[in-house]
Each structure stands twice: as C-alpha cells, then as structure tokens.
C-alpha cells in the first residue's frame, strides 16, 4: 500500500511540474496582443476578466484611419448582441473594455472562443470587421455537481478484482490547460483510479477493485476523488466516496451495446420515445433485476432526456434546439439490487429544422439621396443572419417589385442596398423599399424590411411652354397698359429649381426697341401694351419671350409670340378724284345728246383702313335733278339714266356721299358740277356767278383792308413816339449845356450803367409783307439798331453833348451819341 501511494504521489508531482511548463507558455500568450488584418478584418486577443476601461487595441492605427477621419465619419460599433462588450474611444482611436468579458459564460466549452462586430464609418461607407478572441484564465475549479457531495457505492464482498465503478465526473468551466486535467484518489488498499477519454475530449474515471473486499474487517470505506486542472494557480474539487460492503452478489449487470446512436428532430414534442437501451444480469432474485438511470453529465442533457427506469426507454423531457446542441452524450447506467452496475453510452445527433427566420438589421441608410447619384451609390448597409444552419441557413436577399435597387453581399451576413440605374425626381419622387430576406430551407422562411427612401432635386430640366410659339390679337387705337396676352411655362423640377420668372428678349421692332411697345410680367408671364397701336402704321410685330427657372445654374428655354393689330373703323374714305378746290370750279360736260348710260365721271375714294372697314360704297345724297343721273353703288360712276333733253338745266350739282362698311360707319362727301351743253362759252357763262367764290372773294377783301388799317396805325403810333422822345432829348441837353450847376447825370427808366458807361437799349425793326392774293403774312425780325454811349468825365464841373452824326431818325436808326 505504501508503494502505492508512493507511486500515486509521484504522478501528481510529475503532472503538477508539466502544467507548471504550460503555465508559463500560457502567460506568455495572455500577455501578448496578436493583431492581424486580413481581408478587413482586425482580430485581437485578450484574456477573459480584464476590468472595464482597459485597452484591447488601436483601432485607428490597426486600419490606417487618422482620428479626424474616425470622427468624420461617425465611427460606431455596431452588433447583433444585446450586450456590448467593447467601446471605442474615437477620441483616441483605441478600443476599450465596456463590459466584463466570462469566457465561460459568452463560449461555454467552445474553443477558441471569440465573438466578433462591425466598425461603420460614413461620408463615404466604409465597413471593417473586428474578431476578439477571448482567452481563458484559470477562474474555475473542478466541481462534482452532487449535492451533498458525497457519492455512495453498495460493493458486495464478493466482487471480483477488475470489476469497474463508474464515478461522477466533474465539471470545469474553463477550457484548454486550464480545464479539467486529472483525477486522483485517496490513497487506499482496494480501490485504483482508471481513466477514460470521450469523443468531445472530456474525460471520466471508473474505481477498478484492485483488491477483494473483506466486509468482516471493514464494511465501510471512506475515500476522496479530487478533480484538478493544469491552470496557474492550479485549482481542484474534492468529493467523498462512501463504500458500503454488502455480502455476495458477484455479477453486475451487463448492456447488449457498448455505445448506443439515436437521432432527433430539433423542436421534437416533450414525452417522444427516442431509444431503448436493455442490459442483462445473470444473478438471479433481487440480484438480477436491473433499474437504469441517467449518470449526471456535462451540459443540459439531463434537463432534456429522462429514462424509464425499469423498461430503458429514453424520452425527451426538454426542449431540443440545434442551434444550441448539435450533439448529445448520455451514460446510462443499469443497477441490480446487489449495487452492482453497467454502464453504457448513448449518442444523440439532432438534426435541423428551419425554425428560424432570418433576421434583418439596418445598420446605416441614407433617407435622402440627389437624382444625380452615379449607378452603384451605396444606399444602405444590411447585417441578415439566420440561426439555422446549412441550407436552411442560406439566405438570398432580393428587393421586392421592379426598383432601381439591387443587392450585393459584402463581408459575411452584411448586405449593400446599392442603386442601379439614374434616379429622375421628375418621375419617382420617392421609394418604398421592400427588403426581403428568403433562406432555402423547407419550406422557407423569409422575413423583410421597408425603407423609404426620397429624392432630391437636380435642376435638370428646362421651363417648357404649352406650344412652339402663341398668336395674340389686338385691336388698334387701344389704351396703354392693356392686357395683350399670358404666356405660361412649367418646370418639372420642384421647389427653387420649379420657380419660372419670364423675361423679354430685346429685340427691334421698326427701328425701336420691342420693350417700347409691350411690357411683361416677369412673374405671370402677362403680356400688356405700353402704347396705343395704329394698325396703319405697323399691323403685327415678333416678340421672344424667355422662361427661367431659379437653379443653380438657371435653365431656360425660349418661345415667339406674334402680336396681330386688329383694323378699327377710324379712318373715313378720302376722295382722290374730283378734287375739290376752294378757288376754282371744276365742271364735267355732258352732252345734250348724251344717251341712257352715259359716263358722265367716276367717283375715285379710298380708305387705308383694311378688310370690310375699306369696303366703300357710293350713293347720291342730293342733285339738281335726280331723274337724270345715278351712282354705280360699288364703282362710283356717274351716269345719265334718261335722255338728255333741252329742257334740262345747264347748270347741275351733285353731292354723293362715300360710306365704308365699317362698325359705325365712316363716310365722305364730294359735290360734282355737271355742265349740260354742247359749248364751252355756253358753260362759262353759267359758272362765273356761283355764290361760293362771291362770298370768298368778299371775305379775302374784308380780311385784306383790316390788316393794311391796323398796320398804318401802328407805324404812325411808332413814328409820333421816336419823334417825342429825340425833342425831349434835345431839350434837356440844351438845359443842361447853359446852366451852372453841377450836373446830376440822370438815367432813363431801363438804362443800365456798367464800369461808367452807359449803353441805350436796343431798337428793333420790324419788316411787314403782306400779299393780296394769300392768306398767309410773313413777319421778319430785324437785327438790333445802334447804341447811344454817354460818356462821363469825372474830372471835370460840366457836361457837353457832340452829336457825332445826324441822320434821320426813319432813314438812319443808328445814331451814335458821345458825351464827354
């Protein structure tokens, strides 16, 4: 025994110097920071436990980002967890400790162990993924999950030496060097330790007797089963093994298989058969009927399988999902009533079902993009993931209806919502966008997400008007101001860039700007006149009439707008033949052997206004004798509509009346003298006395003898003036030149004195010319007469007039006088 313990003792010596080697190593690692970049992605390692606040990595530096650019571009960590584990410091660039990090808690025993999120940038997109791999610490000793502690074995005295007894395993959190490593047992004279690995790595031990067992000299045994692991500081757990000997009953009981397969449907109905396990005992009474049950084991599958105990059947008691287990392991055990006890494994493979749809996350989208986005502009960033696994984990992502939208896949579950082809506002101001996610399970399941997305406008497209060009129309003789014509131009563009103003293109009408003529309503587009139009004088004029939008830069488009002057009445027909004088008779001749018909004269008139206002018509107001003569009603001819007899008067005079068709109607009246005779004598002696030219000579001669009166009286008004004033000059001279006193110059009433000179006013001349045979007079303006100078000498007491030339005053107007 004591060698026994000897050599149980030198394992665990030898074993404790071994993990003393790998914790070091295992330090070494902790220690280091292991950054790799490959494809985008960033991947960090760090041991579990690290407080809050503590640095994992520089995140800036790690992807070539300066901080301006990590602040630009809103840098966020995005993740479909509920709890975030990490933090970055944009201010720094460094990523940070947020929340305490269990390995155990985020992995259980999954290795290596890991958990990964996104970092988005926008202005422009960018998206990088960073893994962090979480190392384990040794944070976790071995646990026995029993109770009480304490396991209890009921040995008959007869087992032979080598039968096994299966002990409970325990359990370690942690995983790799710092997992679960050995089991030792108290050192003892009956029992030894043998070791067993399982598929997964785990390990169970079975207590092999070693030794026969002697009720008579100790019916019970009492040992310890530690459990420790190869962490720094290595930590262990302890349970205490009870070990009843009971009399013989030497057969324990024996399963028909080794290792049991069974297979399940994930989501399969709580109370459903799965297997059945059966183990036989060839002891017979108490000693060979066999109860099973399930060995407490890793993990939660004693929570989701329960045993009969008496007939073996496995069901399911709990709630199956793939995506938590994939596998399961079971250790059934088969006991007889003796305490003897087989054991047997059963492996349960779970198989998929697509329960699961997939989950759609937004994790950055532009509401509002310009129409002028290039094809391939990056709308939206998507993370799609699906907890089902192969096919029924597979997605395919696509946009509902027909949508200028198309999605490519980026790194692992993310999504771009890019654009596929020009936007136009002008047609689709908006977009409703249905993402739907579809994975190819059976049958499938798709879930999805609206976005809207809206447009923003291009100044893009011209002000368009209704037509090519307008037509307006007029009427002449109209007032200024007057409303010619709208013209109207829209703009599909919206907003700023829809606001159309209209200008007036500067063109010339007639040598003169068209801006003199109409003006324009730059926000209406009304087009009024500026002056009264005359239709005879300009009867339709082009104006160019430009629409302007507000954008940046302004888009117009131009249209011609013809101004039609439409004709009033209002202008009367003008005869042209015969002419009227005021001195003189005019007299057409007829014949006294004219006949029926005859052409006596023609009427000739027009009228410059157009269309029906010109249409003229002739009618005969009044004549000496109406049964004679008659007016062509269109053409204006005069003709005899009898026979001319000797009877007729010589002397005739017809007044015909020209009429336009005009609303109201304008006209013009002529007086035709019309001589009947055959003689030329004949028909003077009847025309010399016609009362018109008497009483215009009478006037002419009134009008002739008052002008000659009143141009007499007014030039002997003038002579008697110039004749009183040069007396009254010469009188005061001679009155001066034989008086003593001192001279007091005295100035007439609108003499001026400039410098000591005195200057007369001026004297004009007046030239009448009067004709006997006109009534127009002409009346020129002579040039100014000569000036009076009256010298003063101060130095002398007197003063002296010297005429320096004498004239007459109606032959010679300039008389210059000097006094000195």
């Known amino acids: 025994m004591m060698a026994l313990r000897r050599s149980s003792t030198h394992k665990f010596l030898k074993w404790r110097l071994f993990h003393g080697v790998g914790r070091h190593i295992r330090l070494l690692i902790l220690l280091l920071h292991v950054v790799n970049m490959v494809g985008g992605q960033i991947r960090y390692s760090i041991p579990e436990e690290m407080k809050k606040g503590s640095v994992i990595g520089n995140v800036a530096q790690d992807l070539g980002l300066d901080l301006k650019r990590l602040r630009s571009g809103r840098a966020r960590i995005v993740t479909g967890e509920n709890v975030q584990y990490t933090e970055l410091k944009t201010d720094k660039g460094i990523l940070v400790v947020n929340e305490r990090i269990d390995r155990e808690q985020l992995c259980g025993d999954v290795t290596p162990c890991s958990f990964s999120f996104e970092v988005i940038l926008e202005n422009p997109m960018e998206l990088h993924r960073i893994t962090v791999e979480v190392l384990d610490i040794n944070d976790h000793a071995p646990v026995f999950p029993i109770k009480d502690k304490r396991i209890s074995f009921e040995i008959s005295e007869s087992a032979v030496v080598g039968v096994q007894f299966p002990l409970q395993s325990a359990e370690d959190l942690d995983v790799g060097q710092n997992a679960l490593q050995d089991y030792v047992l108290s050192p003892n004279d009956n029992f030894i330790l043998q070791q067993h690995a399982n598929p997964d790595g785990s390990k169970y031990v079975e207590m092999v007797l070693q030794k026969p067992l002697d009720r008579e000299r100790h019916p019970n045994l009492s040992l310890k089963l530690i459990a420790v692991d190869g962490g720094t500081p290595q930590r262990s757990g302890t349970v205490t093994i009870d070990v009843t000997v009971l009399d013989a009953n030497d057969n324990a009981p024996v399963f028909n298989q080794s290792v049991y397969k069974a297979s399940v449907m994930e989501n399969t109905m709580t109370g459903t058969s799965i297997i059945s396990v059966n183990a036989t005992d060839a002891d017979s009474g108490s000693y060979g009927l066999i109860t099973y049950s399930l060995s407490k084991m890793k993990g939660s599958a004693a929570d989701i399988f329960s045993i009969d105990e008496n007939t073996g059947r496995i069901y399911v008691s709990g709630q199956i999902d793939y995506e938590k287990d994939k596998k399961y392991e079971v250790r059934v055990e088969a006991k007889d009533q003796g305490g003897l006890t087989g054991t047997s494994k059963v492996i349960v493979d779970v198989f998929d079902v697509n329960d699961n749809a997939p989950v759609i996350t937004i994790m950055s989208f532009s509401n509002m993009v310009s129409e002028d986005v290039p094809p391939g502009t990056t709308i939206a960033i998507l993370n799609i993931k699906d907890a089902d696994s192969e096919r029924n984990g597979q997605i395919h992502c696509s946009v509902a209806g027909k949508r200028p939208f198309k999605i490519e896949s980026s790194i692992t579950n993310y999504y771009n919502l890019v654009s596929d082809q020009h936007f136009d506002r002008e047609s689709v101001s908006e977009y409703n966008i249905t993402i739907t996610a579809t994975d190819f399970g059976s049958p499938p399941l798709s879930s999805s997400a609206n976005l809207n997305l809206k447009i923003s406008d291009v100044n893009d497209n011209a002000p368009l008007f209704d037509k090519s060009s307008y037509s307006a129309y007029i009427t002449e003789n109209n007032s200024p101001g007057v409303f010619v014509f709208a013209v109207s131009a829209r703009d599909s563009d919206w907003n700023q860039n829809a606001r159309v103003s209209y200008l007036l293109e500067d063109t010339q009408v007639s040598g003169s700007p068209v801006s003199s003529y109409v003006s324009l309503n730059s926000e209406t587009g009304v087009v009024s006149a500026i002056r009264s139009f005359d239709y005879e004088q300009i009867k339709q004029f082009e104006l160019i009439i430009k629409a302007q939008d507000g954008g940046s830069p302004p888009l117009s488009s131009n ?19 015969p002419v009227q004088t005021g001195g003189s008779v005019v007299a057409e001749m007829v014949p006294r052997s004219a006949d029926v018909g005859y052409l006596v004269t023609k009427v000739v008139a027009v009228d410059v206004d157009s269309g029906q206002n010109a249409w003229l018509s002739y009618k005969l107001q009044k ?38 068709n005009g609303q109201p109607s304008r006209s013009a009246t002529v007086i035709v003298n019309v001589a009947v005779a055959d003689s030329f004598p004949e028909v003077l002696s009847e025309f010399t006395d016609f009362p018109h030219d008497k009483e215009y000579n009478d006037n002419l001669t009134f009008y002739l003898v008052l002008a000659l009166a009143v141009v007499s009286f007014l030039f002997i008004t003038c002579l008697v003036v110039i004749i009183s004033v040069k007396i009254y000059r010469w009188r005061q001279s001679r009155i001066l030149y034989h008086s003593n006193l001192p001279v007091i110059p005295y100035y007439p009433p609108r003499y001026s004195d400039t410098l000591g000179t005195g200057t007369l006013q001026h004297v004009y001349n007046y030239e009448v010319c009067r004709t006997t045979d006109s009534r127009k007079s002409d009346c020129k303006f002579g040039g100014a007469g000569s000036q009076n100078v009256l010298i003063m000498d101060p130095s ?3 003063t002296m007039q010297r005429i320096q ?16």
């Open 559 to 577: 249209v011609t707008v013809t101004i039609l002057i439409q004709d009033q009445n209002d202008n009367p027909p003008q005869v042209l033949y």
């Open 623 to 660: 004549a000496t004798d109406r049964a004679l003569f008659e007016v062509g009603l269109q053409n204006g001819e005069i003709r005899t509509i009898r026979q001319v007899t000797d009877k007729d008067t010589v002397k005739q005079r017809l007044t015909v009346i020209v009429e336009d």
């Open 796 to 798: 002398s007491t007197g």
């Open 805 to 820: 030339g004498e004239k007459s005053i109606l032959d010679e107007p300039d008389s210059p006088l000097e006094v000195s």
